[in-house]
Nanobody, 118 residues
Framework: QGQPVESGGGLVQAGGSLRLSCVAP???????????MGWYRQTPGNQRELVAT???????TYADSVKGRFTISKDNAKKALYLQMNNLEPEYTAVYYC?????????WGQGTQVTVRS
C-alpha cells in the first residue's frame, strides 16, 4: 500500500539524457502532499546512496556528483516524482530507486536500471 513505482530507466550513450518517473497511484493527494521524496541509486556491492531529495515545501538537495546535471521535481496533481538526468556519464550507471518518507514510514520502489554506455 502506497508503494511508489519507478519507470524511465534504460540504456543511453554517454552525454545523453533520461527522465525517471515515480508514481504512487494508490495514495490520496493529501498524503502525497505530506510526503518527502527522493531518488537514490545503488551499484553492485555498494550501499544505496542519495542522489536528490525534495521536501514537502519543495526544498531540494543534490549529491555533489550530480549538481548541475540532474533535476528533481514533482507534479502534485499527478502524484509523480521525476528525475531529469542530463549529460550522463558511465559512472552514473546504477539501479535508481524512488523513496517516499511519511513520518517514520519509508516506502521504496522496486528500482529502475540506468546504464550509460561510453
Amino acid at each position: 500500500q502506497g508503494q511508489p513505482v519507478e519507470s524511465g530507466g534504460g540504456l543511453v550513450q554517454a552525454g545523453g539524457s533520461l527522465r525517471l518517473s515515480c508514481v504512487a497511484p494508490r495514495i490520496i493527494l493529501s498524503v502525497f502532499w505530506s510526503t518527502s521524496m527522493g531518488w537514490y541509486r545503488q551499484t553492485p556491492g555498494n550501499q544505496r546512496e542519495l542522489v536528490a531529495t525534495i521536501s514537502t515545501d519543495n526544498t531540494v538537495t543534490y549529491a555533489d556528483s550530480v549538481k548541475g546535471r540532474f533535476t528533481i521535481s514533482k507534479d502534485n496533481a499527478k502524484k509523480a516524482l521525476y528525475l531529469q538526468m542530463n549529460n550522463l556519464e558511465p559512472e552514473y550507471t546504477a539501479v535508481y530507486y524512488c523513496k517516499h518518507q511519511r513520518g517514520q514510514s519509508t516506502y521504496w520502489g522496486q528500482g529502475t536500471q540506468v546504464t550509460v554506455r561510453s
